[in-house]
């Protein structure tokens, strides 16, 4: 079945001599996987892998068969063209560790609108702002939503605790998993802030790298066979 779709482009693969593997989050089908034969062998082919850069914005035409593990793309070509992600070395990095993040949570091959949309936009801030050193740490934190683990915020406004683990705010410590002093304080902050208002949030990079290490743990709490990124020392090491 041939269809059109948008497509985010969360990681590619070597595959045998001249094939590549790459993986996109659809807008209308999720999570899928496409087999390019042969791109690697010619100069024509190389023009095509280009397209497929992290988190690339896509339309893609592909013949679509719902039980076949590997789809094949008819034709490719970009839906937004990025002026900064690709080519500034800070959001370079942002985007790495994003994309391997995004390719481990996002299995589902089924459509969500919503969730497409919040990555399609939210990368496209990126692209056009210059003030975006906290912008994987609300990214992550709001991507819960559509992931089914947003921190319930019932006692936010009086809680000492925010345990990772049952995703709450508490009044006690009863667990390893709580977080309390500047971590706590930060996660109150970002909850509900929009993208534009993050500027406003003034850390250094150790609470930075701190933080990202709780909602990384929060993730690996929340989401079956998590891993750290292997991309996170890059970004620890841009930002430091």
């Known amino acids: 079945m041939l269809t ?3 497509a985010i482009v969360l990681s590619k693969l070597r595959f045998k001599d001249n094939d590549l593997i790459v993986k996109c989050y659809t807008q209308k089908q999720g999570a899928v996987s496409y087999l390019l034969k042969g791109v690697l062998s010619s100069k ?3 023009k095509k892998v280009a397209y497929f850069q992290s ?3 896509l339309q893609l035409k592909t013949d679509y068969k719902p039980n076949r593990s590997l789809q094949y793309i008819k034709d490719v070509k970009t839906d937004f063209l990025y002026t900064s992600l690709h080519t500034n070395i800070l959001k ?3 985007v790495m560790f994003l994309a391997e ?3 481990q949570a996002l299995q589902e091959e089924e459509q969500n609108d919503a969730l497409y949309r919040y990555i399609q936009i939210t990368l496209q801030w990126l692209d056009a702002n210059d003030s975006y050193s906290n912008f994987h ?3 992550l934190l709001d991507l819960t939503k559509y992931l089914g683990f ?3 915020q019932t006692e936010i406004d009086t809680a000492s605790y925010f345990n990772l683990m049952d995703g709450e705010f508490q009044h006690e410590n009863n667990s390893k998993y709580a977080i309390t002093g500047e971590n706590l304080t930060l996660l109150k902050q970002l909850l509900g802030m929009t993208f534009d208002d993050i500027k406003t949030i003034k850390i250094s990079a150790k609470q930075r790298q701190s933080f990202l290490t709780i909602i990384l743990v ?3 709490l929340h989401l079956g066979n998590f891993k750290k990124p292997k991309s996170l020392q890059i970004l620890n090491d841009v930002f430091n």
Do not use: M, R
């Open 137 to 139: 740490l609300l990214f």
């Open 55 to 57: 988190l690339s914005q």
């Open 44 to 46: 024509k082919g190389n």
């Open 4 to 6: 059109t779709t948008n």
């Open 92 to 94: 370079s990095a942002i």
């Open 150 to 152: 947003y921190p319930d």
């Open 218 to 220: 929060y993730f690996e």
């Open 101 to 103: 993040i995004l390719a």
